[in-house]
């Protein structure tokens, strides 16, 4: 029944609500792949990842699979990892070094910029067989583009560039490397790699969300709360158990203290949080002193302070990233189904700061990233319920009206939420799908929600 | 396996430099286990020491908690934290509740350079079910047993789960 109401995908987004098939309709989330996916900048990994020729990873946009190398010139190439004979997934380690990749199944050979090196049994073949034909190879992406060492990549050769495209939002991948004394960082410490049962759009909506961490979070902020600091502690429960407690901030903490900032193409970021006292840091702290003095050297005390005034909890850069500048983390989402999502998180280590730094960096990932942290699995059980709710015949529209209408003009040409509470970065995340779900696919688009069975 | 100087690094005075047998070993292993399969976290929190690590790996072969993320890396504020929050009626990732049962066994004492610790290696899997879904976990155990007032404690566990790399859902019950 519910996918027979279903005439314009564009309808099902309003000012304040969103239809709930935007969460649990198959045809609605192959069309966000091919839309939103395929013609937005897709977050796919770090320079550091590939430094040196030969260097790869093996990463997906979506579902699909694709393989970022260095070339043996420098050069930065981003494939699909498929290989042009029979289709085989061509790479098959996660990482690595190598001077060409090879096909396990018939030896299809690449360089490492794609194209096709060598063939066995080349005569088989028919007369019109081209080896150096440009669909005889590992094909490109269509575009690829770094900002300060984050890689993107675009499936659409139309659009606008990477750094147009995330317009204000450069200032928080900014934020990530200007912290760096050496101002370069790198990726490290391993990933976490977390899976639910829910849709993608549900976890960048929830990390920006102020509204949640009092109550969601309660088990975590009263375990810590009644924590003695007593207790033997090398640094890790310390640094959790403060963080813990902060999510214990209550509602009037959120709504005076804290920002939230919205920009055109869904991104968005949470500010004024927390700043360095409470957190890593503590000034006092002789590590981030240390820190401190390392990055006044190298850059100077005006420009130190005004890289430490930049206070922003996560940035989200719509659809597939998110990450937080004050402890090195980004997250990369990836759709896998409509009800089903996987989300990598990284660590990020600071060039030239002090090694002891990155142990605080790897303790703030385990708290609020890991696998078994005490807050993060209270975030995975709201993913998974909101799966679970959402395939239930219960309210069709879903509320994202927090805030709505008291939103006000940012001067870089966005929008921010009267308060940190504020719904704000849902519904600009929202008018970027519409820009994208009901432009660039329109007419396929039509065609598709209609031939699904009511 | 590689040590961390974390491990080494804390033994307390005082501690009975007692070799424990394999046999003491693996009655301490299997009634850890109950404890955990029977919901009796509290129980289970005391075995350890004040001292205590409790570590698993996000790596095969992780040598250390400090540079590298863990699925979990607790010292005994965390540990404590999570125990407490474990009891806790708003544990929505425990709405319903877990139920886990646990088969240990293969137990061995490893070598260790320390004579005030016993290292005891062992297998587990672990069934999880809750609400629609039940998970499998295996892998290898590592606890550094010692003895205090006449107690078996864990100075330092490590759980090395065979998928610990893999994607998955959130870890609330410890092994």
Same mark, same amino acid.
């Given at each position: 029944m519910r996918h027979a109401m279903v005439e314009d995908i564009v309808s099902l987004v309003k000012p304040a609500s969103v239809h709930r098939s935007l969460y649990d309709d198959p045809a609605i989330f192959a069309l966000e792949l091919e839309c939103v996916f395929g013609s937005a900048w897709i977050y796919v990994g770090h320079e550091s990842q590939v430094r040196s020729p030969g260097d790869y990873f093996c990463t997906q946009i979506g579902r699909k699979p694709i393989v970022v190398v260095r070339?043996?010139?420098? +050069?930065?190439?981003?494939?699909?990892? @498929?290989?042009?004979?029979?289709?085989?997934?061509?790479?098959?380690? %996660?990482?690595?070094?190598?001077?060409?990749? @090879?096909?396990?199944?018939?030896? $299809?050979?690449?360089?490492?910029?794609?194209?096709?090196?060598?063939?066995?049994?080349?005569? #088989?073949?028919?007369?019109?067989?081209?080896?150096?034909?440009?669909?005889?190879?590992?094909?490109?992406?269509a575009r690829v583009s770094s900002y300060r060492g984050f890689i993107?990549?675009?499936?659409?050769?139309?659009?606008?560039?990477?750094?147009? $495209?995330?317009?204000?939002?450069?200032?928080?991948?900014?934020?990530?490397? %200007?912290?760096?004394?050496?101002g370069e960082i790198e990726v490290a410490g391993g990933v976490f790699k977390h899976t639910y049962n829910g849709n993608w759009k549900l976890y960048l909506e929830n990390l920006l969300d102020a509204a949640h961490p009092w109550f969601t979070h309660r088990s975590s902020i009263d375990a810590a709360q009644q924590q003695?600091?007593?207790?033997?502690?090398? #640094?890790?429960?310390?640094?959790?158990?403060?963080?813990?407690?902060?999510?214990?901030?209550?509602?009037?903490? $959120?709504e005076s203290q804290v920002g939230i900032w919205t920009y055109p193409n869904g991104h968005s970021y949470l500010g004024d949080y927390h700043d360095d006292k409470k957190l890593v840091?503590?000034?006092?702290?002789?590590?981030?002193?240390?820190?401190?003095?390392?990055?006044?050297?190298?850059? #100077?005390? %005006?420009?130190?302070?005004?890289?430490?005034?930049?206070?922003?909890?996560?940035?989200?850069?719509?659809?597939?990233?998110?990450?937080?500048?004050?402890?090195?983390?980004?997250?990369?989402?990836h759709p896998l189904a409509v009800d089903r999502t996987l989300v990598c998180t990284y660590s990020f280590k600071l060039r030239g700061a002090p090694e002891r730094m990155f142990h605080n960096t790897i303790r703030f990932a385990n708290v609020v990233n890991g696998t078994g942290s005490l807050v993060l699995t209270d975030d995975l059980e709201i993913y998974n319920r909101i799966g679970l709710g959402i395939s239930s015949e219960g309210a069709e529209w879903l509320q994202i009206g927090r805030g709505f209408q008291s939103d006000v003009p940012d001067e870089h040409g966005g929008r921010r939420g009267k308060n940190s509470?504020?719904?704000?970065?849902?519904?600009?995340?929202?008018?970027? $799908?519409?820009?994208?779900?009901?432009?660039?696919? +329109?007419?396929?688009?039509?065609?598709?929600?209609?031939?699904?069975?009511? | 396996m590689t040590m961390t100087e974390e491990a080494v690094d804390h033994r307390a005075e005082g501690r009975a430099a007692k070799r424990l047998g394999v046999h003491e070993c693996e009655l301490f292993l299997l009634h850890e286990a109950r404890l955990l399969d029977e919901g009796k976290f509290d129980d289970w929190l005391a075995l350890f020491t004040p001292d205590a690590r409790y570590w698993v790996p996000s790596e095969?072969?992780?040598? *250390?908690?400090?540079?590298?993320?863990?699925?979990?890396?607790?010292?005994?504020?965390?540990?404590?934290?999570?125990? /407490?929050r474990l009891a806790s009626p708003r544990i929505y990732s425990q709405e319903p509740r877990s139920r886990t049962?646990?088969?240990?066994?293969?137990?061995?004492?490893?070598?260790?350079?320390?004579?005030?610790?016993?290292?005891?290696? *062992?297998?587990?899997?672990?069934?999880?079910?809750? /609400?629609n879904e039940q998970r499998l976990f295996g892998g290898t155990s590592f606890? /550094?047993?010692?003895?205090?007032?006449?107690?078996?404690?864990?100075?330092?566990?490590?759980?090395?789960?065979v998928n610990c790399d893999g994607p998955m859902d959130g870890i609330v019950v410890p092994f």
């Open positions: 070339g043996p010139d420098g +050069a930065l190439h981003v494939l699909h990892n @498929q290989c042009a004979h029979r289709g085989a997934m061509v790479v098959a380690l %996660d990482k690595g070094r190598t001077d060409e990749f @090879q096909c396990c199944y018939h030896g $299809w050979t690449y360089h490492l910029d794609g194209r096709l090196k060598a063939v066995p049994l080349q005569h #088989g073949y028919p007369s019109g067989f081209d080896p150096k034909s440009p669909s005889m190879a590992m094909l490109h992406v993107f990549v675009n499936q659409s050769t139309d659009g606008p560039s990477l750094e147009d $495209w995330l317009g204000y939002m450069t200032t928080s991948l900014d934020d990530m490397v %200007d912290r760096a004394p050496d003695s600091d007593d207790a033997f502690t090398d #640094g890790a429960g310390e640094i959790a158990i403060r963080q813990m407690r902060q999510n214990g901030a209550p509602y009037s903490f $959120w840091a503590a000034l006092n702290d002789p590590i981030f002193r240390d820190y401190m003095e390392t990055m006044e050297k190298k850059k #100077g005390k %005006d420009e130190t302070k005004r890289i430490m005034e930049v206070r922003r909890w996560n940035s989200n850069v719509y659809p597939n990233l998110s990450f937080m500048s004050q402890f090195q983390q980004l997250r990369v989402i509470t504020s719904e704000v970065y849902i519904r600009n995340m929202f008018d970027a $799908w519409v820009g994208y779900m009901g432009t660039a696919g +329109a007419p396929r688009q039509r065609a598709r929600v209609e031939s699904v069975p009511a | 095969p072969d992780q040598a *250390s908690p400090l540079d590298t993320v863990s699925l979990i890396y607790d010292d005994r504020q965390l540990l404590e934290t999570r125990v /407490r049962s646990r088969i240990v066994t293969n137990v061995s004492i490893e070598e260790d350079a320390d004579a005030a610790f016993t290292l005891v290696r *062992s297998k587990f899997m672990l069934i999880e079910f809750r /609400r606890h /550094r047993l010692t003895v205090a007032g006449g107690d078996i404690k864990i100075a330092w566990k490590r759980v090395d789960l």
